[in-house]
T-cell receptor
Framework: EPEVTQTPSHQVTQMGQEVILRCVPI?????FYWYRQILGQKVEFLVS????????KSEIFDDQFSVERPDGSNFTLKIRSTKLEDSAMYFC????????????FGNGTRLTVT | AQKITQTQPGMFVQEKEAVTLDCTYD???????LFWYKQPSSGEMIFLIY??????QNATEGRYSLNFQKARKSANLVISASQLGDSAMYFC???????????FGSGTRLQVQP
């Protein structure tokens, strides 16, 4: 069964450094997302991406964050200058459609900012 | 605005018994989808089951079924014949038909006891 893949599974970085989290969505899916989950807390929406542009973003997704689909398969999340509070599990997801289509999540990247 | 409420932070069930995990929701969208995800201790988010707001029948997927009561705005997950491997965090989520963002509840931690 096709799946969303994320790399790396763990990333440790120092405060102020840039990180790029990578994702390969399911190949026939058109909608891509990033979510995060701070340890023990809710899963929070960051951003959705469709047709090579951001279609929706939350208030968490400020100027420090950006997303890109550099080629036909990868979807990346960049955090320009990491803060301690960016430590979380970051999930990439994709779906065939919006609204009534389920999201399929990757296994996540655990980001630790020291 | 959309809101998902899961009132059971933790649940215990004996192996081979059935268990119901509660989920209530609130939305102004006339058409929406309801989803359940499982998050084992390893951290990945696994899609379990989906119910559309206009679906006449309750969704079923193997040992999972969704008890959808539209008038009560509830979408409870029923797991039949619990197995030790069902021990995990379970999240209820929803999104409107025209929306991108999936809104999650706070989750219920299920522990299956031998």
């Amino acid at each position: 069964e096709p799946e969303v893949t994320q790399t790396p599974s763990h990333q440790v970085t120092q405060m102020g450094q840039e990180v790029i989290l990578r994702c390969v969505p399911i190949s026939n899916h058109l909608y891509f997302y990033w979510y995060r989950q701070i340890l023990g807390q809710k899963v929070e929406f960051l951003v959705s991406f469709y047709n090579n542009e951001i279609s929706e973003k939350s208030e968490i997704f400020d100027d420090q964050f950006s997303v890109e689909r550099p080629d036909g398969s990868n979807f990346t999340l960049k955090i320009r200058s990491t803060k301690l509070e960016d430590s979380a599990m970051y999930f990439c997801a994709s779906s065939e459609g919006q609204g009534l289509s389920p999201l399929h999540f990757g296994n996540g990247t655990r980001l630790t900012v020291t | 605005a959309q809101k998902i409420t899961q009132t059971q932070p933790g649940m215990f069930v004996q192996e081979k018994e059935a268990v119901t995990l509660d989920c209530t929701y609130d939305t102004s969208d006339p058409s929406y989808g309801l989803f359940w995800y499982k998050q084992p201790s390893s951290g990945e988010m696994i899609f379990l089951i989906y119910q559309g707001s206009y679906d006449q029948q309750n969704a079923t997927e193997g040992r999972y079924s969704l008890n959808f009561q539209k008038a009560r705005k509830s979408a409870n997950l029923v797991i039949s014949a619990s197995q030790l491997g069902d021990s995990a965090m379970y999240f209820c989520a929803m999104r409107g038909a025209g929306r991108r963002a999936l809104t999650f509840g706070s989750g219920t931690r299920l522990q299956v006891q031998p």
